[in-house]
């Protein structure tokens, strides 16, 4: 599949597929539900491991990709789109799940919300890569979508310690934030220590002459998956 993808990528990038439904489809083609096939044991915990993997990469090779003179350009745009767009957003899909459950909970439906709510540009590739879609409103998207997750983390937190923080005989918005500090603050740190290391190594190797632009694209890889494990 990676094979035949690659000889029609360009294609399948200006048809309304994308990468990742055609993968996902060939996955439930050949795998249990299929023809059986491919049979993976895989845990709970493996799942868990490949997700977050998976995903740090794509952020990593998004925000390395980023145009960051045209988000400079046009910041407005995506500060609408975090700033208003993703808590409007939050708030329809409470007031929809409000109006779907037949006796929601409030905390539930706000925590149903928060975590529908930010979407990832991956399932949108074809609008984000288009040279057709103003470079503006691609670089926006991009970056709204990389951002909107680490957004919504604090917010899902929040509302599932309230919502669970009475029947463990805790919870409360102080505890709450302990959380998010024990969770967030520690990759936050080894994010931002890790990536200005590697930006003046990367930075000096480049002054004299030590690397090709054609290897710069492999330290983003590298950097990826020692913020991960860092974590």
Do not use: K, Q
């Amino acid at each position: 599949m990676v094979l035949v993808y690659s000889a029609v990528a360009e294609r399948v990038a200006r048809s309304w597929l994308s990468g990742p439904i055609l993968f996902v489809a060939t996955g439930l083609v050949v795998g249990p539900l299929g023809l059986n096939v491919l049979r993976l044991e895989i845990t709970a915990n493996d799942l868990r491991v490949l997700a977050e993997a998976a995903l740090a990469m794509v952020l990593f090779t998004d925000a390395a990709r980023a145009d960051l003179a045209v988000i400079r350009r046009a910041r407005r745009l995506p500060e609408r789109l975090l700033l208003v767009g993703l808590p409007l957003t939050i708030i329809l899909g409470f007031l929809i799940a409000l109006a779907v459950f037949p006796a929601p909970d409030l905390f539930a439906a706000a925590l149903l919300a928060a975590l529908l709510a930010p979407t990832d540009a991956a399932l949108g590739a074809p609008v984000v890569s288009n040279p057709a879609v103003p470079a503006e409103m691609r670089e926006a998207l991009n970056f709204e979508s990389g951002l909107n997750d680490g957004i919504c983390v604090p917010v899902v937190i929040i509302l599932l310690d309230l919502a669970l923080g009475t029947e463990l005989g805790r919870g409360g918005v102080a505890h709450a934030i302990l959380v998010i500090a024990e969770e967030i603050g520690p990759g936050l740190i080894t994010g931002i220590v890790l990536a200005a290391i590697a930006a003046r190594l990367l930075r000096l190797a480049v002054r004299y002459g030590w690397t090709s632009e054609h290897w710069l694209h492999i330290p983003v890889v590298a950097l990826a998956a020692r913020c991960w494990r860092g974590c």
